[in-house]
């Protein structure tokens, strides 16, 4: 596998169908988007990662540059998301009470499972659980902003603020819980206990 990179956010990476067929994919999984090509992606990117120090979580424009001849070579776009920076601020006098959705980031489900262990409250929000790149996402979506303020101290106690949204990772990522998530984790794993 050869990975260039082209620009901030663009590579070029070119693997041979050999190198390919060794991991026991075939061109029509990369055709079908088998599970079999995801899982081998995924690994690319973590090369890619590793290699050129790039930052792969984000929305990824996938372009095939050429997929005859003996190897796939793919153009990889990354779009980090700054969800956050692009959040214009609502002014004090016009406070937002119509709630808002917000995705944080568990290192391990064991955090997961500590905050709704020590947090009663967070129990009723409704919330999915998602799994991305080795790691835990739970979005949120609280009524008002209030209900997210006597929450904030226990969420950054177990987690960090994740710049990816609820649509991306329902497209990208591996749902585990989809609705009522935090309630769920709690009869699963504290209650039982």
Known sequence: MRIE???DNK???SVSYEELREKGCLKKHILE?????????????????EQLDIDT????????????????????TID??????KVDEVPAESEDTLGCDLTFKFQDIEDAIG???????VREIQSALYYFKDAYYICFSFDFDSQYDGLEAALLEY???????EEMLKEYATPVIQKEATKKIYEFFVKKA
């Open 80 to 85: 980090h998301f700054d969800f956050l920076d």
């Open 11 to 13: 590579v070029m990476l």
């Open 57 to 76: 979580e984000g929305m990824i424009a996938i372009e095939v540059h050429s997929m005859s001849g003996d190897e796939l070579v793919l153009i990889l």
């Open 33 to 49: 988007d088998s599970y079999i090509w995801h899982e081998i992606f995924d690994e690319m990117l973590d090369v890619i990662e």
């Open 159 to 165: 987690a960090s603020p994740s710049s990816l949204p």
């Open 5 to 7: 990179r082209l620009s």
């Open 115 to 121: 905050l709704v262990h020590d947090e009663k409250k």
